[in-house]
């Protein structure tokens, strides 16, 4: 029991690690890379960090990873946030830089490709969390409006993420991308009904109080 313990934690670590690396590492070795540009590819491996990205963030602030205490959970929850802000901001300006008419028919919601519009949603919402937690000193939001707040934009980065990486036909390969897809939306799933649960469960300790 104390042997599995001790192997827990690397164990844990390195299932994440699987998750991510493996879809990247495949993406990498897609054959439609000899005929992107360098600035093109730079754009799509910030998409799919992106994506990785957003698997560890329901897994920080549900305490879900070993090793992190809480304080140090919700911090690395913040400054991940912010990179994953940074990473869709390169995303979105290297397809600018490599079809700037594609991206204005994506941010116009008037692209005929179907992924389009739940990237730009994806990425409107990940803007808007950034803003607000950058904000949220100045701005007096309590824990209990930022959560209120943050709830549904995190509910709608996750569901409209998937749904771009999933409509995509491009480097990432089909099974790996799948498989990810499914561990953020398991994740994000798992996070609300635990935090859903405590909510319930101080409710009730409440009235009997």
Do not use: N
């Amino acid at each position: 029991m104390k042997g599995w313990r001790s192997a827990r934690v690397p164990l844990i670590w390195a299932a994440l690690a699987v998750a991510i690396g493996v879809p990247i590492a495949l993406a990498a070795t897609s054959e439609q890379l000899a005929w992107r540009g360098p600035v093109y590819i730079l754009a799509g491996f910030a998409g799919i960090i992106a994506l990785g990205l957003v698997l560890v963030q329901p897994l920080l602030i549900g305490g879900y990873l070993p090793g992190l205490s809480a304080y140090r959970g919700r911090r690395a929850h913040h400054w991940i946030g912010g990179a994953l802000a940074l990473a869709v901001v390169i995303h979105v300006a290297g397809l600018w830089i490599t079809s700037p008419p594609d991206m204005i028919d994506a941010l116009t919601f008037s692209s005929p490709t179907p992924f389009s519009p739940f990237g730009v949603i994806a990425m409107w919402a990940i803007f808007a969390v950034a803003l607000l937690a950058s904000l949220r000193r100045r701005l007096g939001l309590r824990l209990r409006t930022w959560r209120i707040l943050h709830l549904p934009l995190a509910i709608v980065i996750v569901i409209a993420g998937i749904v771009h990486c999933l409509l995509i036909e491009g480097t990432m390969e089909t099974i790996s991308k799948a498989a990810l897809c499914a561990l953020v939306l398991a994740a994000t799933v798992k996070v609300m009904a635990d935090l859903w649960r405590k909510r319930t469960l101080r409710g009730e300790s409440a009235v009997r109080q």
